[in-house]
């Protein structure tokens, strides 16, 4: 084989086994929904609707901060929203809303997140207090006044 040439690459999407899938379910906890959370080792997927099927998918490596929310019937039912917050350009913020035994799926998906990080080997930076100058703020680290 040449140095130019390449093998061939396969095209064909490579098997994902999912770690955790679960619906979305009604303020009391059954699952008469139309809406499936699912999580790959790299992606987390939402797949919503009945007879007009849309998909979303965000790589774990993008998802910036992970919270939990119970309100009082949440708890009640044993069911919590997780809030993620991510990079991705098309999903942005979102919910996982009224998920079953929702701390443990947190906790799950926040260890997943930091796998495929450290596996892509993505840090997020995060710049305390970036964007808040103040009049007396030294714009260029020069240590001279700069008004």
């Given at each position: 084989?040449?140095?130019?040439?390449?093998?061939?690459?396969?095209?064909?999407?490579?098997?994902?086994?999912?770690?955790?899938?679960?619906?979305?379910?009604?303020?009391?906890?059954?699952?008469?929904?139309?809406?499936?959370?699912?999580?790959?080792?790299?992606?987390?997927?939402?797949?919503?609707?009945?007879?007009?099927?849309?998909?979303?998918?965000?790589?774990?490596?993008?998802?910036?901060?992970?919270?939990l929310r119970q309100g009082?019937?949440?708890?009640?039912?044993?069911?919590?929203?997780?809030?993620?917050?991510?990079?991705?350009?098309?999903?942005g913020n979102f919910q996982?809303?009224?998920?079953?035994?929702?701390?443990?799926?947190?906790?799950?998906?926040?260890?997943?997140?930091?796998?495929?990080?450290?596996?892509?080997?993505?840090?997020?930076r995060e710049f305390v207090?970036?964007?808040?100058?103040?009049?007396?703020?030294?714009?260029?680290?020069?240590?001279?006044?700069?008004?």
């Amino acid at each position: 084989m040449s140095k130019n040439k390449r093998p061939p690459v396969s095209k064909a999407r490579p098997s994902r086994e999912i770690m955790w899938s679960d619906k979305k379910r009604i303020w009391c906890g059954l699952p008469w929904t139309f809406t499936r959370y699912s999580v790959s080792p790299d992606r987390l997927y939402i797949k919503r609707g009945l007879i007009t099927i849309h998909e979303d998918e965000v790589r774990l490596y993008r998802i910036r901060d992970i919270s939990l929310r119970q309100g009082f019937f949440q708890r009640i039912f044993g069911l919590g929203t997780i809030n993620i917050s991510s990079s991705d350009s098309s999903m942005g913020n979102f919910q996982l809303k009224n998920i079953k035994k929702s701390h443990d799926v947190k906790e799950m998906l926040s260890d997943a997140v930091e796998t495929e990080r450290e596996r892509k080997r993505v840090s997020m930076r995060e710049f305390v207090g970036y964007g808040e100058m103040h009049d007396t703020d030294d714009i260029d680290f020069d240590n001279f006044d700069d008004r």
